[in-house]
């Protein structure tokens, strides 16, 4: 245990004991994966589980094996007493922040795989990342075992996926998805923003306005593909980079949608850089 008011673990052995104390006690226990850095996006995550739960548990995990080789693992914020102060104020009950050694411990030779949803988009631009995704989620819900779990819709693909392998694998535990919170101007939070710089920051919401209007003009009728490359100029007029994607896809299971105007739940999403920082947004349609 640290020095902080928020009781921290590091070892699945103690997790598991405390989510069994409070299940003898009747109490309904909610979870929250975090990879840490955390900002008003995860606390509001941390307060839909209070919201369903009796008892809250937030991990904090920077997961080596969803990082490809040139991406930004050993750059990635790392806050823990932060985190943990941040957690305590929002209602969460246990800080379970495991070291890479307790996650995969020597020998570790399995790997979750998911077809189908994780192949496009982030599939496509980071390859093995869901994998490792997939692979560490399974084990924190098997490590946790909550009644229910909660992820942001800012990572939309990565919830589809997790929702599939909760499906697939027979997961006892509720999936809830959380909508994307947004700073006022609108850019989605993200603890990747930290690493913007300040002009980079004032044109960052070029993102989230590109998919806005490119909601309104599909919902008014007009064709996907022409929606989708309006986005794009839209990306480059604002001084965004390498654009990864900006797609129209199925909401359920993100299949490609035809290039016509769209007739079904439908979501677009995209990914670009913007300096040296990948930013990632999508909406409903
Ligand atoms: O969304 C994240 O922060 C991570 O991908 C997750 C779900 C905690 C798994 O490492």
New binding site residues.
Partial sequence: MSQSPLPIVRTVAELRAQVRAWRAAGQRVGFT???GALHEGHLSLVKLARAQADRVVV?V???PT?FGPNEDFDAYPRSEARDAELLAGAGCDLLYAPTVAEMYPPGFATTVTVTGVTEPLDGQARPGHFA??AT??CK?LNQCGPDVAV??EK?YQ?LQV?RRMVRDLDLPVEIVGAPTARADDGLALSSRNAYLTAAERESAPALARALQAAGARLRAGDPVAEVEAEAVAALAAAGFGKVDYVEVRAAADLSRLGPGPIDAPARILAAAFHGKTRLIDNMAV
Avoid: R
């Fill in positions: 994966p975090t990879m991990s995990f920077v997961n969803q490792g995704v560490v989620v924190l992820f942001g990572d990565q997790i």
